[in-house]
Nanobody, 118 residues
């Protein structure tokens, strides 16, 4: 059974930090490009960060560059999102996604809520 389970969300004050985790099971994690998306109330889901399989190249949305870091541990089938200097506009449900384009497969997690507020 394929699963992506996010954790680490919560309430944090502006300027604070959170580390999100997404644990994968049921598929060949190391072959998948992994991404974090977020969706704020009333807005479309947007791509936050991506890390490829193999070389582990990363890419970030302009709004989070220099503040967020995506990483992965293939031994533990986990992808992380370290979020620093959080702002109220980072408030959203954060989702992880795995994509294996060669076989046109993708999987989503259920999401974890991040709220940045004083």
């Amino acid at each position: 059974q394929v699963q992506l389970v996010e954790s680490g969300g919560g309430l944090v004050q502006p300027g604070g930090s959170l580390r999100l985790s997404c644990v994968a099971s049921g598929f060949a994690f190391s072959r998948y490009t992994m991404s974090w998306y977020r969706q704020a109330p009333g807005k479309e889901r947007e791509l936050v960060a991506t890390i490829t399989s193999g070389t582990g190249s990363t890419n970030y949305a302009d709004s989070v560059k220099g503040r967020f870091t995506i990483s992965r541990d293939n031994a533990d089938n986990t992808v992380y999102l370290q979020m620093n200097n959080l702002k109220p506009e980072d408030t959203a449900v954060y989702y992880c996604k795995g994509v294996y384009s060669i076989v046109a497969r993708s999987y989503w997690g259920q999401g974890t809520q991040v709220t940045v507020s004083s």
